[in-house]
T-cell receptor, first 112, second 114 residues
Framework: TQLLEQSPQFLSIQEGENLTVYCNSSSVFSSLQWYRQEPGEGPVLLVTVVTGGEVKKLKRLTFQFGDARKDSSLHITAAQPGDTGLYLCAGAKETSGSRLTFGEGTQLTVNP | NAGVMQNPRHLVRRRGQEARLRCSPMKGHSHVYWYRQLPEEGLKFMVYLQKENIIDESGMPKERFSAEFPKEGPSILRIQQVVRGDSAAYFC????????????FGSGTRLTVV
């Protein structure tokens, strides 16, 4: 059973389009992080959200943490080819200390 | 060198050999985490260590796998008698303390067992 479900698994869009990636769970998390991973490299932290309902913006990326702290979304406006990569959400629980549970990722391809 | 350093980047081992993966955390970081990423799967937690202590090894396979983070030197993930199923990318991450939110990951070691 996957604790964090990401959707869609694959997404291929044209440059300039908008998109939303979802990360859902039946469990409550104390914090949720989004990472971006490129082939052959480790994940790079994009953002951490900790408060239910929190919204954070990072240039063209908008991250939202659900009110109940069970889900999150990542919205990209006017996608660019440089946004191509594997987007991973990861949750931390108070009962599991620093251990993160990762979703399986959304592979985004932005075509020029 | 500001990041988490892992070496080697690629490692090929024959079945039955030992694999040693090394991780030097970011300067000032005393907490190290190891994750494994199997093909077509997400990252799975393996172990969390501080200097000279294993804090959480709930994700480590019961046999053949061990980890250490000595007082001096890098953290080591050791896999004895490797099997084909051990082929994966192994990532190390570090943080400055337990309450840190967000890791810094290394570039990983890709282990191939032939």
């Amino acid at each position: 059973t996957q604790l964090l479900e990401q959707s869609p698994q694959f997404l291929s869009i044209q440059e300039g389009e908008n998109l939303t990636v979802y990360c859902n769970s039946s469990s409550v998390f104390s914090s949720l992080q989004w990472y971006r991973q490129e082939p052959g490299e480790g994940p790079v932290l994009l953002v951490t959200v900790v408060t239910g309902g929190e919204v954070k913006k990072l240039k063209r990326l908008t991250f939202q943490f659900g009110d109940a702290r069970k889900d999150s979304s990542l919205h990209i406006t006017a996608a660019q080819p440089g946004d191509t990569g594997l987007y991973l959400c990861a949750g931390a629980k108070e009962t599991s200390g620093s251990r993160l549970t990762f979703g399986e990722g959304t592979q985004l391809t932005v075509n020029p | 060198n500001a990041g988490v350093m892992q070496n080697p980047r690629h490692l090929v081992r024959r079945r039955g050999q030992e694999a040693r993966l090394r991780c030097s955390p970011m300067k000032g970081h005393s907490h190290v985490y190891w994750y494994r990423q199997l093909p077509e799967e997400g990252l799975k937690f393996m172990v969390y260590l501080q200097k000279e202590n294993i804090i959480d090894e709930s994700g480590m396979p019961k046999e053949r796998f061990s980890a250490e983070f000595p007082k001096e030197g890098p953290s080591i993930l050791r896999i004895q008698q490797v099997v084909r199923g051990d082929s994966a990318a192994y990532f190390c991450a570090s943080s400055p303390n337990w309450a840190s939110i967000g890791y810094t990951f290394g570039s990983g070691t890709r282990l191939t067992v032939v």
